[in-house]
């Protein structure tokens, strides 16, 4: 059975940090991508950064140079550095897996399994 559960959102004033982080189990040996998406309210769920089974990584845009990613594989954890935190980076931020390796890193549709969320909100 596979498990996402994220850990580490909180409160913090703009030009705070915070790390989340993933514990996972169970995925499948051939998953391409692990990464983190953000939602909020009536919004679709946005890519953050997803780093793939070569090590790689990708980031939104609005993230780069702010936010790493990273994964111990000994611990089966996978962590979002948060730097440097404006108030828009507010919303819920998922862990996520999936197995496909064509098409965009970032689209939701494309995970296979995800997390239940932790909340992170960022007051100015």
């Known amino acids: 059975q596979v498990r996402l559960v994220e850990s580490g959102g909180d409160s913090v004033q703009s030009g705070g940090s915070l790390r989340l982080s993933c514990a996972v189990s169970?995925?499948?040996?051939?998953?391409?991508?692990m990464g983190w998406f953000r939602q909020i309210p009536r919004k679709l769920r946005e890519g953050v950064a997803v780093?793939?089974?070569?090590?790689?990584?990708h980031y939104a845009d609005s993230v780069a140079g702010r936010f790493i990613i990273s994964q111990d594989n000994a611990k089966n954890t996978l962590y979002l550095q948060m730097n440097r935190l404006r108030p828009e980076d507010t919303a819920m931020y998922y862990c996520?897996?999936?197995?496909?390796?064509?098409?965009?890193?970032?689209?939701?549709?494309?995970?296979?399994?995800w997390g239940q969320g932790t909340q992170v909100t960022v007051s100015s």
């Open positions: 996520a897996a999936r197995r496909l390796r064509l098409g965009s890193w970032s689209e939701y549709g494309l995970y296979n399994y």
């Open positions: 780093i793939n089974s070569d090590g790689h990584t």
């Open positions: 169970g995925v499948p040996h051939d998953t391409y991508y």
